[in-house]
């Protein structure tokens, strides 16, 4: 009897919270930091703009060098298009229309229930063994 | 001298195997059991290539270990990616 | 010669695992693929080693030298094993 109470309640919770098994592999595997989505979600904001570091340091309130690092994987990764000029300056590109959209589900979903993809974020990066296997995947 | 450090190195990759062992069975995650028998078959060659080192043209046909070991690994990676 | 190629093949999945293992690195930034990376950079020197001692400087003996690269990398697979897994 307690069972299935039981079993219901978390079938609530998992409804609310709602993220998706795609967005989950995608937190897990790309954006695997709260920083690193506070910074996507950021020049995400308004992706005509273009941003350089100390700007973002300043608006998340985090260390310049930080910002600098974060900036620069997003955008070797693809997230973020670089654009050199005096000072380095980053822009929001999307990389490809499904990461796009995934972004997309991950800026609503942070904003409706932000606990939930901390949630996500946290358990993805504590199994070493598990990433060590997933390295192993040749596409991601 | 070199019997020394064979015998490390086959130590190592025994304890290296034993880890993978482990990982496989709390993980199941068939990689780790291929990399736990590629690492197995490196200290096996390892520890031939030290029970056969004054006998050097004996020697040559131990790579064949060393490459099972690698075709193992191999076929981990083809195997991780066709699931 | 047979042997040749496999040195050849055994170095170049070494370094292929490397790479695997430091991007994976990037990606999830557990310690543990950046210990196993330096593990397979030295299996691969191991095999290069072996490959320069049997058919390129074949009046040297480089037997102790060889050795080294796979122990060290070995060594750093195992610490990180023991100290970066719960």
């Known amino acids: ?140 | 001298m070199s019997g020394l450090l064979s015998g490390v190195l086959f130590t190592l990759y025994v304890v290296i195997a034993l880890f993978f062992l482990r990982f496989w069975t709390t993980s199941r995650d068939r990689l780790f059991a291929m990399f736990s028998a590629a690492f197995g078959l490196l200290a096996t060659q390892r520890l031939a290539i030290a029970l056969t080192q004054d006998l050097l043209e004996q020697q040559a046909p131990l790579y064949l270990l060393r490459l099972a070991a690698f075709v193992v690994i191999v076929i981990a990676i083809v195997d991780k990616n066709r699931r | 010669m047979f042997s040749i190629i496999v040195y050849i093949l055994c170095a170049a999945t070494s370094s292929l695992c490397a790479i695997l293992l430091i991007r994976g690195y990037r990606q999830s930034r557990a310690r543990l693929l950046l210990w196993s990376a330096a593990c397979f950079v030295g299996l691969a020197l191991n095999n290069i080693l072996l490959l320069v001692d049997t058919s390129v400087l074949t009046d040297t003996d480089l037997s102790v030298v060889r050795i080294l690269p796979a122990i060290a990398g070995a060594s750093a697979l195992l610490y990180g094993l023991v100290w970066e897994t719960q």
């Open chain 1, 1 to 140: 009897m307690g069972d299935s109470a039981d079993s219901v309640a978390r079938g609530i919770v998992r409804a609310m919270s709602d993220v998706s098994e795609g967005l989950r592999r995608f937190l897990q595997e790309r954006l695997t930091s709260l920083e690193q989505i506070e910074v996507v979600l950021l020049l995400r904001g308004d992706s005509t703009r273009s941003w350089t570091a100390p700007e973002v340091a300043n608006e998340l309130r985090i260390a310049p060098e930080t910002a600098a690092m974060r900036l620069f994987l997003l955008a070797s990764s693809g997230v973020l298009a670089f654009e050199p000029s005096g000072v380095p300056r980053y822009r929001y590109t999307g990389s490809d229309a499904a990461t796009d959209a995934l972004i997309a589900e991950l800026a609503q979903a942070y904003a409706a229930d932000r606990n939930a993809i901390l949630a996500v974020v946290d358990s993805g990066t504590r199994d070493p063994i598990r990433s060590f296997a997933d390295a192993f995947k040749l596409k991601k």
